[in-house]
């Protein structure tokens, strides 16, 4: 079939296993899970840390020695 196809044997597992167009479920599942994870993306990046890993440990040290 590759053969006849022009592709290498390589080239032909792969597309049968891994196909370049997701399926109707693949892309349904897909845009599920974008909309489950867009509201704790955003919640994570709104109550991200703002310094540096320096920063907050020179404030624990500073905090220990008190």
Same mark, same amino acid.
């Not at 022009?6 to 792969?14: A, E, R």
């Not at 109707?24 to 890993?53: C, G, M, N």
């Given at each position: ?20 167009t ?14 489950f994870?867009?509201? %704790?993306?955003?919640?994570?990046q ?6 540096s890993?320096?920063q ?8 220990? %020695?008190?």
């Amino acid at each position: 079939m590759a053969s006849l196809r022009g592709q290498t044997i390589k080239d032909y597992v792969l597309g049968r296993v891994l196909p370049e167009t997701p399926t109707e479920d693949e892309a349904e599942a897909l845009h599920q899970l974008e909309a489950f994870l867009e509201p %704790r993306i955003q919640a994570a990046q709104e109550t991200a840390v703002k310094k540096s890993v320096r920063q907050v440990f020179e404030e624990t040290h500073q905090e220990m %020695r008190s």
